[in-house]
């Protein structure tokens, strides 16, 4: 999981980038970059770790221009070494390119390897690499930025929202199933934004525009603004796990609003697993709408038992069982006074390996709580993630192994519920045949080796279409 963000028209690019990345720091806390483009050659800054700590004591007006790309990671597809921080940044021919990725590709080694056969040469393990030899490899042979993402668009085989600054260009397209979301917007001072979430877009005081289509490229050059389809817009395949944890509770993920979901969700919970309890708690953050929602429809008042310290950031990985109890401790406390001796109902999105949660119930019956009762925001998570979501292999997921009430003894809840995937869905207000559900029925949108496939395959018919977004002038 990655966040993505391309700007252009805008004076000083790279502070735009910067708070752009900010806004977006959920979606990756491994690493960290920007490149922009100053007419002549591409500035860039990257590093490992929080952005604040990457562009901490950086001269951002080093990073000249007015069209500049950025990139936060979370590492899926290759290790954590240097090369593999994005952008990346090369030339071809007389061309200065940066690309940033989101997505992973699952037909990486099948491409590395036709590349490598050619005698071509690859410097990290990332999968984005291989967008750089595609397109380049087009360019090659005559083609225009076009012809390489509708070339991108047949061979890349997975999820792939991606941005691509070559000279003062940009462009920005997505997958045809439009696994990892991506938005655009306008600024006020006639900039355009393209970006993971539109909480990206809303930190500059831009207006989002909509969602890139699947199968869509869109850009914005000398010639204005100009998008246009490779590919029906037939067969979505949104990841639903977008919705449940990933993306901000404040964006508006392919039309909705993420909020609105995970409370709905909430709401269809209490009448899926009605219980009687003295009050409705989420673990924050990721909890916070889903309760919100139990609370409303039960009628069982919102209290919070759990406060989250917001200066822990990531969580270190602590060398022995009782340290790692201690993190969780300063990580989460308990409110002594609001558990002692009550009845809780306990509402997170999801439960992954089941650790965290056992934690803290822990935690919360040591403070005194009489009963807990887990409600999850997702159906059980049986199967790994192959699109993009650093999700453990199936041996690491509880949900793959246990039974419910196995999990419940397991992370020693009182009763647990998981909603069901058909009001998952409905909260979503988006067709089952709109979403990945791979996590959660082990049926994927694409071929992957070794797993079941619900086959959508993908028509390329080509549209053309200009809008008056960015006027050619
Ligand atoms: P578990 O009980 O499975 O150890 O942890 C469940 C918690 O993990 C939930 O609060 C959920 O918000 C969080 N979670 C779910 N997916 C991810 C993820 O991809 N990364 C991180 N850091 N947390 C996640
Ligand atoms: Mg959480």
Redesign the pocket.
């Known amino acids: 999981?990655c966040g993505i963000v391309g700007i252009t028209g805008i004076a000083d690019v790279s502070f735009s980038i910067y708070y752009a990345l900010y806004a977006l720091q959920h979606r990756g806390q491994e690493s960290a970059g920007i490149a922009t483009f100053d007419t002549t050659s591409l500035c860039k800054h990257k590093g490992n770790g929080l952005v604040s700590e990457v562009f901490n004591g950086i001269n951002l007006s080093s990073l000249e221009g007015t069209i500049g790309i950025g990139h936060v990671r979370y590492p899926t597809t290759g290790e954590n070494r240097p090369e593999n921080i994005q952008p990346f940044l090369f030339e071809f021919r007389n061309h200065s390119i940066a690309i940033a990725h989101n997505g992973n590709l699952v037909n990486y080694q099948d491409i590395r390897t036709y590349f490598e056969d050619k005698g071509q040469i690859f410097w990290s393990t990332s999968d984005t690499e291989i967008i750089s030899k595609v397109i380049t490899e087009e360019i090659r042979c005559g083609g225009s930025m076009d012809d390489a993402i509708r070339q991108c668009m047949h061979l890349l085989k997975g999820s792939y929202s991606v941005v691509i600054m070559i000279d003062g260009d940009l462009y920005a397209f997505r997958d045809p199933y439009g696994i990892r979301p991506l938005c655009f917007g306008r600024t006020t001072d006639g900039g355009f934004i393209v970006a993971s979430e539109s909480v990206a877009i809303d930190a500059l005081g831009a207006t989002l525009e909509r969602d890139v289509c699947p199968g869509e490229m869109i850009c914005v050059t000398k010639d204005g603004f100009r998008s246009r389809r490779f590919t029906d817009a037939e067969h979505k395949a949104h990841c639903i796990?977008e919705y449940i944890?990933?993306s901000r509770a404040d964006s508006y993920v392919d039309g909705t609003l993420v909020y609105d979901v995970r409370r709905r969700i909430g709401g269809l919970i209490s009448e899926e697993a009605p219980v009687e309890a003295d009050a409705v708690c989420t673990?924050p953050d990721?909890?916070t709408a889903y309760a919100v929602g139990y609370s409303e429809r039960s009628g069982i008042p919102y209290v919070e038992c759990l406060i989250k310290n917001r200066y822990m950031g990531r969580?270190f990985i602590m060398p022995t069982q009782e340290l790692r109890e201690i993190a969780v401790r300063i990580k989460l406390n308990p409110i002594s006074d609001h558990l002692r001796g009550k009845s809780i109902v306990l509402v997170?999105?999801?439960?992954?390996?089941?650790?965290?949660?056992?934690?803290?119930i822990t935690i919360m019956r040591q403070a005194g709580a009489k009963e807990i009762h887990m409600r999850i925001g997702s159906p059980m998570i049986t199967a790994p993630c192959y699109l993009g979501?650093?999700?453990p292999t199936r041996n690491e997921l509880?949900g793959s192994r246990c039974g419910v009430e196995d999990v419940r003894n397991r992370?020693t809840a009182t009763t647990l519920h998981y909603i069901s995937l058909d009001a998952l869905v409905r909260s979503i207000g988006k067709p089952v045949s709109d979403l990945c559900t791979g996590c959660l029925t082990g049926k994927y949108p694409i071929e992957i080796r070794g797993e079941e496939c619900e086959s959508r395959p993908v028509d390329f018919v080509e549209s053309d279409f200009q809008t008056s977004l960015f006027p050619v002038e």
């Open positions: 999981m796990f944890y990933f673990v990721s909890g969580t997170d999105d999801s439960i992954v390996r089941g650790t965290t949660s056992r934690r803290i979501v650093d999700m509880i992370i």
